[in-house]
């Protein structure tokens, strides 16, 4: 009776692994394929993200754990066309040799047409293989 059962649960485990992807392992990300799985979010920068003191340009790095290709496009922007460029581009942070942080992530720089202390820019940025976005502190 006894290895009736075991041999019951052994079918029973077999079949749960087989029946439920997500107790396999994932398969690996590939940042360089452009046809891999994309994630996508809505960042804003605000006055908290300008870089000089002529106030013309913000610029932040999004953390996302991926190199992959990168598309941005703007969602909104305040006052109405202060933006003049766009860029957000696939980096490798290296902040402190000491301590050997290297995040992977956007770089993105906003530049606008005047100085404008209020401005504000709300992004949608997609990443290949991104597995989250955190915006962070660091400053190119």
């Known amino acids: 009776m006894r290895r009736w059962w075991r041999a019951a649960a052994a079918c029973g485990a077999g079949l749960l692994v ?4 997500a107790a ?8 360089q394929d452009p046809a891999g799985p994309p994630r996508s979010a809505q960042i804003t920068l605000g006055s908290g993200d300008f870089v000089d003191e002529r106030q013309d340009e913000m610029r932040s790095f999004i953390a996302t754990g991926s190199a ?40 993105v ?14 992004l949608h940025l997609r990443q290949v293989c991104a597995a989250y976005f955190r915006n962070t502190f660091l400053y190119y």
């Open 18 to 21: 087989l029946l439920c992807p």
């Open 68 to 107: 992959g290709n990168v598309a941005v496009s703007i969602v909104s922007a305040t006052p109405r066309d202060i933006v003049r460029s766009v860029s957000a581009v696939p980096a490798v942070s290296r902040v402190s040799a000491n301590y050997g942080e290297q995040l992977k992530g956007i770089a």
């Open 109 to 122: 720089a906003v530049s606008l047409r005047n100085r404008a202390p209020p401005a504000t820019v709300v």
């Open 24 to 31: 396999l392992p994932a398969a690996p990300r590939d940042e």
